[in-house]
């Protein structure tokens, strides 16, 4: 990948941006709050039909980019089977590696110019960190999902084209253990939500690749 | 008999079979994901084999692995196991150095990653994260060292902190709490140490109490010599900050006094304790070597300021 690549955005990958053109007659917008106060990070909002009925989505392509010590999108959504491309921006070595429970690999060290890939093909949270750079974080989520959106803080998101109906609604933001579930109904329209999680997320960074505790770095 | 030998065979057999097939299938699978540049795993399968059924071979190829995998140090390791230190220096040459930066201390000791290396020299170190863990008598350091580059020397300051020694021995009852003193005491007045055997000791027992007495004054005048070391680097400390006994600013100044406060507080417990431990070694060589006593009593008195002691008895 060139050195002179653009950076990736924050936040990569919703349903909409997924599914071009999609005309539903509904739309659902709204705001995470983490006990009752505006985000500080980022988040992502999931919705399944309680029909059941919702087709898979086609595995895409992806870059989560280390450059300047940060990984970069801070958060990416993809379907499953989906490959990701872990290219080094800086002028030295990075580490990619996670320990989550979806799915564990170490893709060892690379100078910056190199490249690693990987497929995820097991849907849940991949939280991704370096061995070297303690402060660098980074998640994936692989999601099956026929609506998804990430949010980034107290920007509201939006969902501009759903089925009326049932949804099964599941909220995650950085600050929480785990997600929120709730059921919502959509009807016709534009329609508004404000969803409150928890934030019991242990701050700071995560383990190392051997499980030992880390403090944080001076900068990032 | 026999038949417990057979069983054991018959059991141990398939399992070392097993190990040879799954040291073979992880050397294969190496291979397979060295060929699509999947380095760190290929690696990673090149020692499981290797642990599971060590050869030259694997090593080298694990080396070779290691090279590629940005860990020359790893493999320069295993070309000195593997009789090629040409190979392995000009790989150490060109890795990542650490260079401490620690007070010297009598009986220092600095392990990187739980391997003890020269704290004076430069010590080649493989890209990525290392715990640098620094000891010495009374003291310990820790510190981890994130290193990204190659061919860098990575300054590493590791600042010794006093820690709780092991309290000596004191083989003899005590009346109340004694703590041996710690270079963290500060200014904790050294409690005394008293040895006063109750009802005077038989003469059976003169043998033990010349030991305990021995032994707790060579405790003290480590002790001693612990709380002088301490002393006299609180005192360089000092000097650094204010050389001339002119100091940069006010904060210094305040820095400055209160390292000569506890300089001085060290200074004369270690003049205590090394009295006292004096004094011990005396009554326990008395009461090891000189002839038999109907009774003895001995008392010592350790303090910040000073240490006392007596002996009486009747022979």
């Known amino acids: 990948m060139p050195a002179e690549t653009p950076p990736q955005p924050k936040l990569v990958g919703s349903s909409d941006e997924d599914s071009p053109g999609s005309q539903l007659p509904a739309s659902l917008r709204g705001t995470i709050t983490v006990d009752g106060k505006p985000l500080d990070g980022v988040g992502l909002v999931e919705l399944y039909p309680l029909d059941g009925h919702y087709g898979k989505r086609t595995p895409k392509h992806r870059v989560v980019e280390q450059r300047n010590k940060q990984f970069s999108p801070r958060l990416l959504a993809i379907p499953p089977g989906s490959t990701v491309a872990f290219p080094n921006f800086d002028d030295f070595y990075h580490n990619v590696f996670s320990s989550s429970a979806t799915q564990r690999f170490d893709l060892g060290l690379y100078k910056g110019g190199k490249s690693r890939e990987l497929v995820f093909d097991k849907v849940g949270l991949v939280r991704l960190g370096c061995n070297v750079h303690a402060n660098m974080a980074s998640f994936i989520f692989v999601i099956d999902a026929p609506a998804y959106v990430p949010v980034d803080g107290a920007t509201p998101f939006n969902f501009k084209s759903l089925a009326p109906g049932k949804y099964k609604a599941r909220v995650w933001s950085e600050r929480s253990a785990e997600p929120l579930e709730t059921e919502i109904k959509l009807k016709d329209g534009v329609n508004t939500i404000a969803f409150d999680v928890k934030g019991d997320a242990e701050l700071g960074p995560s383990p190392d690749k051997f499980g030992a505790s880390r403090q944080p770095q001076g900068s990032p | ?315």
């Open chain 2, 1 to 315: 008999m026999k038949i417990k030998l057979l069983v054991i065979t018959a059991v141990l057999a398939p399992a070392a079979l097993a190990a040879a097939e799954t040291a073979d299938a992880a050397l294969q699978r190496g291979h397979d994901l060295y060929k699509v540049g999947r380095i760190h795993e290929a690696c990673e399968a090149y020692a499981a084999s290797d642990r599971l059924a060590a050869s030259a071979a694997t090593e080298r190829e694990l080396a070779s692995c290691y090279e590629q995998d940005a860990r020359p140090v790893a493999a320069a390791r295993l070309y000195k196991h593997l009789g090629d230190p040409a190979k392995a220096t000009k790989l150490e040459a060109n890795a990542p150095k650490l260079r401490f930066a620690i007070n010297p201390t009598p009986g220092l000791v600095v392990k990187v990653d739980g391997l003890e290396v020269p704290a004076t020299e430069d010590v080649p170190v493989d890209v990525g994260p290392h715990e640098v863990v620094a000891t010495a008598p009374g003291f310990a350091g820790h510190t981890s060292v994130p290193v990204d580059r190659d061919r860098i020397v990575v300054d590493v300051i590791v600042r010794m902190q006093p820690v709780a020694e092991t309290a000596a021995p004191n083989p003899s009852p005590s009346p109340s709490p004694t703590p041996t003193p710690t270079p963290n005491a500060g200014p904790t007045p050294v409690a005394a140490t008293a040895m006063t055997p109750e009802p005077a000791p038989a003469a059976s027992h003169r043998k033990t109490y010349g030991i305990a007495a021995a032994a707790v004054g060579a405790a003290a005048i480590v002790t001693s010599a612990v709380m002088y070391g301490l002393a006299e680097h609180k005192f360089n400390d000092e000097h650094a900050l204010c050389p001339s006994s002119r100091c940069a600013n006010d904060g210094d100044l305040a820095t400055a006094n209160s390292l000569l406060s506890d300089a001085r507080t060290y200074r004369n417990i270690g003049i205590g304790t090394s009295i006292g431990g004096g004094l011990l070694l005396i009554a326990g060589g008395y009461l090891l070597f000189a002839p038999h006593a109907e009774t003895t009593h001995v008392s010592v008195q350790v303090g910040r300021d000073g240490a006392g002691m007596a002996y009486t008895g009747s022979f």
